[in-house]
């Protein structure tokens, strides 16, 4: 598996691979490497003939106020899982190759970044949209993938590409949950063990509002309920359970195709997302 | 000459080229093709094997009062001069290939895009920077020239195409004048005879306020000087006359290296532009 470090030597690796007729996946990670994001590099190898996994951890999407300087890191452990899971490469970008001192550009998908996780963390999505825009470029992969847990996230990655033309195809790949259904997170390692047994609470009160809605629940009157079991639960703060349209993400009104609920909650100092269909 | 409409035929013809080690060159422009576009193609084929001229008049870059509607269009025209300036490829977007009805991103280069034609024409910056890292992506060409009349358009492409990690080089090409001095532009087919007559005075008094800057005047009491002139020889309405620095564009105190003086004056329903080194 080859570790490679600029990215000049990132597109020299990919277009010598698609010269050679091999398609090639890219999976962008922020590493602390976890089970959630071994399956994006099994769907790649999957799909394509060549994966390439990527390990950023982007400052441009933190705010002021959250966990940049703490975010975990751990790049022997991470190179030693993609290499387990097959990984062709691991671009893992020196100081400098992503943001010189000087730089000035901002890619921004309106609309869809404007509510849930867009409302909660200001620029959240645009240094999103920015880094995975510039990670794509800098490769061109025939595809790229990205995990279904930050779904929201998912839908402006793939509106972006399609939107600059991008030749790569955006694929998402279904969340992976612990046995007691909590998602797998890089933030989990945040979590207390007291907090790690009160954690999943989240997605069963999910599943509850999902099937509520199903049997003829208004969707805010069953959100509204989530939100009460999860603060009984012990998360400390709700920022949105919302059931919405996973194509357009208006709120939904009545039971329809394609709705889906989304949640974000505190839980100590863990920032918990999750997503599942309704 | 091909007349290609879809953005993937102009990939792949880009590609084809380049596979077969010719590089090329893109020519983006919005048609009313002058002696200055073609002065683009002309370098274009001096740097590359291929030159592929684009024209789209781009809806993004005109705020609500301006003059999308009415911006002079000429394709037989434009294919007739870009043809004999020895052009390999016209690409002509059909509708729909640009910006879908769903369209949502957007590309700003901050900091150099707030002043100047950025402050005159909000948004302007953001519809240019936008456009072209589109046409950029859809034929990722390994040159594209812009022309320095629109010197600040020019630095916000560069900075894209570097920020955004594109796989061209931008180069300028310089300006090109009447006898008179005057910059050619699409828009000086707004002037009437009479504006025609004094369109020059912008020219000629942005060359004296160098030269007195040369000589020792303040930066900002030559430019004062420059306003006047432009006012007593016709135009309406000076949007600025300023000079700074042609790397940052950071106002000029003093006389130094790389200064520049920029100017953007109205004259009936022209709005002019240029751009000259102090």
Redesign the interface.
């Known amino acids: 598996m080859d570790v490679i470090r600029t ?1 000049a030597a990132l ?1 020299a690796r990919v277009a010598q691979w698609q010269a050679a007729g091999e398609a090639v996946a890219l999976t962008p990670t922020m590493g602390a490497v976890h089970e959630g994001h071994l399956s994006l590099v099994r769907l790649g190898l999957e799909r394509a003939d060549r994966c390439v996994a990527t390990i950023f951890v982007n400052p441009r999407q933190f705010g002021p106020n959250e966990d940049f300087t703490t975010y975990p890191r751990d790049e022997e452990g991470d190179l030693a899982k993609f290499r387990s899971a097959g990984c062709d490469a691991v671009y893992i970008p020196d100081p400098g190759q992503m943001y ?1 001192t000087d ?10 970044s404007d509510v849930m996780e867009g409302a909660s963390r200001p620029g959240f999505f645009t240094g999103v ?1 920015t880094v995975v ?2 990670l794509l ?2 490769s ?1 992969p025939d595809i790229a993938i990205f995990g279904e847990k930050d779904f929201q996230q998912l839908a402006v990655i793939r ?2 590409a ?6 790569t195809e955006i694929l998402g790949a279904p969340t992976v949950r612990e046995a007691d259904g909590l998602a797998l997170s890089s933030r989990n390692a945040y979590l207390t063990p007291r907090e790690r047994e009160i954690a999943p609470s989240l997605h069963r009160a999910m599943i509850a509002a999902a099937e509520s809605v199903r049997t003829g629940a208004a969707p805010h009157v069953a959100a509204e309920q989530a939100k009460r079991d999860v603060l009984a639960a012990g998360f400390q703060q709700v920022a949105y359970i919302d059931i919405r349209s996973q194509d357009t993400f208006a709120p939904a009104e009545a039971l329809s195709e394609n709705l889906r609920i989304f949640a974000a909650a505190t839980l100590g100092s863990c920032r918990l997302i999750d997503n599942i269909a309704v």
Request: charged share 35%; net charge positive.
């Open positions: 990215k597109r010189g730089y000035k550009t901002e890619v921004t998908v309106t609309d869809i949209a825009s510039k470029i800098q061109l509106t972006m399609r939107d600059l033309d991008l030749p």
